[in-house]
């Protein structure tokens, strides 16, 4: 008996159909704006760590720089871990400093100009006229740079 009384005041409450239908279809709303940010955000992470410098791109960007300060010049000699060139009537040197960088300046070692930054250590080797550079990152990068200063003839 109770429960015939439960149901016929469960009758009497007039609810619309339509409001059923309106949560089901919120809930679709949300659920779907939650994906789309979801794979937003993916993508987002993924560009980021696609457009994030690495050690690779900027050894690049050295060996193309530093070529082009070797053209053309006269290697005059290695010393103290410098290694001096000249190149347009002016004397040019280039070496790892304690700052942990690859730089260029003058020869007296006056207007820093660093061409590589964060470096783990910079081996450079001469032999006729033959340089070597060895260059070492924190992230275990090993690259070497070889350029003969032999003139042309």
């Not at 942990?100 to 207007?111: I, L, M, P, Q, V």
Request: glycine share 6%.
């Amino acid at each position: 008996m109770q429960t015939i009384r439960k149901y016929s005041r469960l009758m009497k409450n007039k609810v619309p159909a339509f409001t059923l239908i309106k949560s089901l279809l919120a809930l679709i709303v949300i659920t779907g704006m939650l994906l789309v940010y979801q794979g937003l955000s993916r993508s987002v992470f993924s560009h980021m760590a696609y457009l994030r410098e690495n050690d690779q791109d900027k050894w690049l960007l050295f060996s193309q720089q530093f070529r082009a300060e070797c053209m053309g010049a006269h290697f005059r000699e290695l010393r103290n871990g410098r290694l001096y060139i000249e190149k347009e009537g002016k004397e040019v040197a280039f070496g790892f400093t304690d700052k942990k960088d690859f730089r260029k300046a003058s020869a007296t070692w006056h207007g820093y100009h660093p061409l590589l930054l964060n470096l783990a250590d910079v081996n450079m080797v001469e032999k006729d006229k033959k340089v070597t550079i060895k260059i070492y990152w924190p992230s275990g990068l090993e690259r070497t740079f070889i350029y003969d200063f032999k003139e042309k003839s």
